[in-house]
Every structure is written in C-alpha cells, then in structure tokens.
C-alpha cells in the first residue's frame, strides 16, 4: 500500500508534530494551576524530563499521546499500513522505554500517574481530571 501523500507533505505533516507543550498537556496544566498546584515542567534532572513535576507531592505526570506509545485498545492508536514494520519497532521501543523510565521514577520514590490523550478529549475530560485531582490529594497524606 503507498501513502496518499507525498513524501515531501508527509514529511511536513510529521514535522509539525510537537512533542512538548501538547494540548492535553496545555489542558493538565491549566486545570492543575486553576486548582492550585504549583509544579515544574521538563525538568531537566529528573529522568526522561517529565511532562509535569510536582515536587511538593512527590509527583510526576505523563501524558502519552495514543499513537506514539501505543495505547492498547484505544480508537487514536492505529498501525500505520504503509512501513508496518518500521512504526511498530518505533512504538514498541517507546513501550519499552515508558516501561523502563516509571520502574526508575518508581525506584527514586516518585508517584508516577500516566494520563493518555484520548482520556482529555470530550466526555472522559471532566472524569480523568478529577482523578488526576484525587490521586495528587491522596498522595499528600
């Protein structure tokens, strides 16, 4: 099968692609700020530069796009049928790094809570928030 673009807008369209400052990520910060969690972004010390460091809880945030660390059973993750091989080695190296990076957060005695992107889209938005809000509360005690 070929991709029904060309190479040169294929390459455009994954260029464009951010890996920092995503909408859900933009979405967890705003919520977290609005309910008056101060925390640290990227931070540079701690493995993997995590997506949102809240240091007074001991806390660390990931927000893993469907696609790019294969979400199971997730409508947003599907297997691209044009070079199978080649995005399945992709994505399952970046499994196998998530797996590998929450073991060593775990191990340095941070509470890792992965949040997924599809989990902030449309009704499952206001659900995964207030999660995310009890989860960091339980954690303080």
Not at 9 to 18: L, Q, V
Not at 22 to 47: A, D, S
Not at 51 to 57: A, E, H, N, Q, S
């Amino acid at each position: 099968m070929t991709d029904v673009h060309s190479k040169a807008i294929r390459s455009y369209n994954m260029s464009r692609i951010k890996s920092k400052d995503t909408k859900p990520e933009i979405l967890v910060r705003k919520f977290l700020h609005l309910n008056g969690f101060r925390f640290r972004i990227h931070v540079k010390t701690i493995p993997g530069k995590p997506d949102i460091v809240l240091p007074k809880y001991k806390a660390i945030i990931l927000i893993h796009g469907c696609f790019w660390h294969g979400h199971p059973n997730c409508k947003d993750f599907k297997i691209p049928k044009t070079r199978t091989e080649w995005w399945l080695n992709k994505i399952n190296r970046n499994i196998a790094k998530d797996i590998s990076l929450k073991k060593s957060l775990i191990d340095q005695n941070w509470k890792v809570i992965i949040l997924w992107a599809c989990q902030l889209e449309g009704g499952q938005k206001e659900h995964t928030l207030t999660s995310l809000l009890r989860q960091l509360k339980e954690n303080l005690q």
